[in-house]
C-alpha cells in the first residue's frame, strides 16, 4: 500500500506549493516509507509516499504514460493487472514498466470512465489529465483504501488520511456532529460524511471528476442482489453441492491472485476462526511457499482462541508467530490506535490489530492476507441470525419455537439469551416493525445511541438527532423492497459497519499504521458477485451461519473449527483504562472537566460521573452501554485533541530516494 495526496488549483492561482505537498507526504509516510515524490504543474500537484510491493525499482511514483499527458498517484493493487495488461498489448499499448499502476493509466486511456469496472482490487488513486485539466479521483467496489478530499480557499485538496488535508492550515478544524451523530449510531460514519467539517470520504464504488473548478461524483459500481422473487426461483436450480464446489473455485482463484501476485512475501492471518482457516489453507495447499502466519492473543482467557490457532498451524505446518495482548496493553496503545483511525470509535479492537500488524512487520512482513469480509457476504454474523428470529416473532409470537430459537443466539455470551428466556423474549421483542428499512439494525443503532445522552446540550442543538439515519436512507436502492430479507440486512451491513469500521478502523489503519498492506480474497468482486446471488437458505440454513462455505471446506479444515460457535472478534474495553492501580499517563488529561469542557461535545459533569464509576468497579464487568461510553468519549477526547485542537502535523522523516517531476 502507499499514501497518496494532492492539491489542484480550481481557478489560475500561483502553481500548489511544494513546501505543502512535501509535509502532506511526511504525514503519510508510515503508509509508505520505501520512497516517495511528488509532480507539478502550474495547476496541480500530485504526491506519493511508497511501500513497495510489484515491481520494486521502477513502480516508482507519480508516474506517467507515454507522453506525459497523464499521471497517477496511486495506492492499492490491481490484481488482475497481468491480464489486463495482456489486453491492451493487443489494443497498441506500450509499457514501460511491470506495474499494476502503469496498466491503470493505459486503462483509462482505453476506457475511459468504464476502466475501473475492468479492475479486481484495491484501491484509491487520482490521475491528473495535463491537457484537459481534469482531475479523477476512484475508489474500490467495498472502500478497502481510504480517500478523502475538501475544497478550501479555490483548491480541491485530497489525500489517503485527513491528516494529510491537515497539512494545510488554513483548513479548518471542527467537528461535524452529523458524523458525531452516525458514528454514535452506526460505529461508522457512512462516505462521503466524516467526522469532521467539510472534509469528505470518497464513496465506495465511486469516481470523480474534477474539472472548471466543477466535480461530478458517480457510481461505477454498487451493491446488488436479485429479487426475491428471482432467489425462489432459483432454489432448486443447483444442489447444495454444486454451490459450494463453484464457492471452493472462486475463493481459491480469489486467495491465490492475492498471494502470488507480489513481489515481496505474503503472510496470513490466522485468527482460529473459519474464514482465515480457509484463506490459509488454501495458501498452504496451492503453492509450494512456506508460509508464515500471524495470530493475536489475549491475556483474558474470555477472548482468547490460541487453541484453536495452534491446532490449524499445525494441521498446516506454517511458522507461526503470536503476539499476547493484555488490557494494559490496549490502554497503553490506544492513543497511537486513534491517531491513526483518526476518528472515535466504541470499542477497543482496533488497538490489539495495530500490535498484531506491528508483529508482522517486525517478522519481516509487509503484506498478509486476512479473512475479512466472510461474515458479510456469506452472511455470518449473529445480527442477521438475531434479525430472523425476531422476524420469527414478529410474525409468530406464540410459537412454542421462539424459545428454542433464542437459546441458539450468541453462544459465546456468559449471559446468554438461552440463559435468561424472560429477559430474552422481551428484549428480542421490541421494535419488531417488518416495514422498518432498517429492522435488522434497530436493536444495535438503539443501543449505540444511548450514548449521545451525554452529549452537551449545544451539541445536541447542532446534532438533528432524526436525520443520522437521513443520509443512509437516500443511499437506499429503488429495489431495496424487492429484495430478500436477508439480503437487506447485508446490504445495510455492507454500507455502514464493514467499509467505515471493519476495512478501515479496524483494518487499513491498524495495518498501515505499521507500514502492511492487507488482502481480503472474500472481497474479491468476482467471489462477492457470485454470493451475492445466492438464494438465503445457502448462506443463512435455519440459524447455521455461512452454511455453504462450511459445506465447501468440511472435509478440508478440523471440525473443532468449522463447527465452533460463531465468536466475533473482540478485545477488553474498559476494563483496558481503569483495572490496575497505576494510571495512563494521557487519562487524565482527556477526561479532565476543563479539557472536556474546550472540547464542546461531553457534558463534563457527567464525563467525570461516568469515569468515578468506573474506576471503583475495579474487577467487575461493565454492561455494554457503559462500555461503549468509555470507549467513544476517550476516543473522541483523543481526536479532539490529535485533529482539532492541535495546530500541525506529526511530521516523518521522508525517505532519501525522493522523486521529484516540476513542469510549473
Keep these: 500500500m502507499c499514501g497518496i495526496c494532492g492539491v489542484v488549483n480550481l481557478r489560475d492561482n500561483p502553481s500548489p506549493s511544494p513546501e505543502l505537498i512535501i509535509r502532506m507526504i511526511q504525514s503519510l509516510t508510515h503508509r509508505g516509507p520505501d520512497s516517495c515524490g511528488y509532480y507539478r504543474d502550474k495547476r496541480a500537484i500530485l504526491g506519493h509516499s511508497r511501500l513497495a510491493i510489484i515491481d520494486l525499482e521502477l513502480g516508482v511514483q507519480p508516474l ?17 493487472y497481468v491480464e489486463l495488461r495482456d489486453e491492451l498489448l493487443l489494443c497498441g499499448h506500450k509499457f514501460r514498466t511491470q506495474s499494476d499502476t502503469e496498466t491503470i493509466l493505459h486503462a483509462w486511456e482505453e476506457w475511459g470512465e468504464n476502466s475501473f469496472s475492468h479492475f479486481n482490487g484495491q484501491w484509491a488513486l487520482a490521475i491528473w489529465d495535463v491537457k484537459r485539466k481534469e482531475l479523477i479521483l476512484s475508489r474500490d467496489r467495498f472502500g478497502i483504501r481510504p480517500l478523502y478530499y475538501t475544497i478550501n480557499n479555490n483548491r ?3 489525500g489517503s488520511e485527513i491528516k494529510a488535508i491537515f497539512c494545510d492550515n488554513r483548513v479548518s478544524r471542527e467537528f461535524n456532529p ?8 452506526f460505529w461508522s460514519t457512512v462516505a462521503p460524511l466524516t467526522v469532521y467539517k467539510n472534509i469528505y470520504e470518497i464513496q465506495p464504488g465511486h469516481f470523480i471528476v474534477l474539472k472548471n473548478g466543477k466535480f461530478l461524483s458517480k457510481p461505477y459500481w454498487s451493491i446488488s442482489f436479485p429479487s426475491n422473487s428471482e ?14 464446489n463453484e464457492l471452493k473455485k472462486h475463493l481459491a482463484e480469489a486467495t491465490l491472485l492475492r498471494f502470488t501476485r507480489s513481489d515481496v512475501p505474503v503472510g496470513a492471518y490466522l485468527s482460529g476462526g473459519i474464514d482465515s482457516s480457509i484463506a490459509a489453507f488454501i495458501v498452504s495447499q496451492y503453492t509450494n511457499s512456506k508460509l508464515n502466519t500471524f495470530s493475536l492473543r489475549f491475556v483474558d482467557s474470555e477472548f482468547d482462541e490460541g487453541i484453536y490457532q495452534k491446532e490449524m498451524s499445525e494441521r498446516l505446518g506454517t511458522e507461526h508467530h503470536n503476539v499476547k495482548v493484555s488490557r494494559r496493553d490496549i490502554g497503553e496503545i490506544f492513543p497511537e490506535v486513534i491517531r491513526h483511525a483518526e476518528r472515535p470509535i ?23 492476507v486476512t479473512g475479512e469480509g466472510a461474515d458479510e457476504i456469506f452472511g455470518g454474523y449473529d445480527i442477521f441470525r438475531e434479525a430472523k428470529v425476531r422476524r420469527f416473532i414478529a410474525q409468530n409470537p406464540d410459537s412454542p419455537k421462539v424459545q428454542t430459537y433464542l437459546s441458539q443466539l450468541y453462544p459465546w455470551m456468559q449471559r446468554a439469551p438461552g440463559n435468561v428466556p424472560a429477559f430474552a423474549r422481551s428484549f428480542f421483542s421490541k421494535d419488531l416493525n417488518l416495514q ?32 443520522v439515519e437521513r443520509g443512509l436512507m437516500h443511499q437506499i436502492p429503488e429495489d431495496f423492497k424487492s429484495w430478500s430479507s436477508l439480503n437487506r440486512d447485508q446490504w445495510l451491513e455492507y454500507k455502514t459497519l464493514l467499509s467505515g469500521y471493519i476495512l478501515s478502523a479496524q483494518g487499513d489503519r491498524m495495518l498501515m499504521a505499521n507500514s502492511v498492506e492487507g488482502r481480503f480474497p472474500f472481497l474479491d468482486s468476482n467471489l462477492v458477485e457470485f454470493a451475492n446471488t445466492l438464494p438465503d437458505s445457502v448462506k443463512l440454513r435455519d440459524l447455521k451461519e455461512k452454511y455453504v462455505l462450511k459445506k465447501a ?6 471440525n473443532s473449527i468449522l463447527n465452533r460457535s460463531k465468536q466475533p472478534y473482540r478485545a477488553p474495553d474498559a476494563q483496558s483504562f481503569f483495572f490496575y492501580k497505576d494510571k495512563l499517563g494521557w487519562l487524565d488529561e482527556v477526561t479532565s472537566q476543563s479539557f472536556v469542557k474546550e472540547a464542546g461535545v461531553f457534558n463534563p459533569l457527567a464525563v467525570t460521573r461516568l469515569m468515578d464509576k468506573c474506576t471503583k468497579r475495579e474487577g467487575m464487568k461493565m454492561s455494554n452501554t457503559d462500555n461503549m461510553r468509555v470507549v467513544g468519549i476517550l476516543s473522541t477526547m483523543l481526536s479532539y485533541k ?17 522523486l521529484i517531476i516540476d513542469r510549473s
Design 553 to 558: 471446506f468440511s472435509d478440508l479444515i478440523p
Design 436 to 467: 422498518d428499512d432498517f429492522f435488522s439494525h434497530r436493536p444495535r443503532w438503539d443501543s449505540s445511541s444511548v450514548i449521545m445522552q451525554m452529549f452537551t446540550e449545544d451539541f445536541k442543538e447542532l446534532l438533528d438527532f432524526n436525520s
Design 346 to 368: 466504541l470499542r477497543t479492537a482496533p488497538a490489539p490489530l495495530f500490535l498484531l500488524s506491528r508483529l508482522a512487520r517486525n517478522s519481516g512482513y509487509k503484506v498478509v
Design 178 to 185: 452529523a458524523g458525531m451523530g452516525e458514528i454514535f449510531t
Design 231 to 244: 432467489l425462489l426461483n432459483k432454489r432448486s436450480v443447483k444442489t447444495m453441492d454444486e454451490y459450494a
Design 642 to 658: 490529535y485533529f482539532i485542537k492541535s495546530g500541525h502535523c506529526s511530521f516523518n522523516e521522508l525517505p532519501e530516494n525522493m
Design 64 to 80: 506517467s504514460n507515454e507522453d506525459e499527458t497523464l499521471w497517477i498517484t496511486f495506492n492499492g493493487e490491481i490484481f488482475n
Design 156 to 158: 480541491f485538496i485530497f
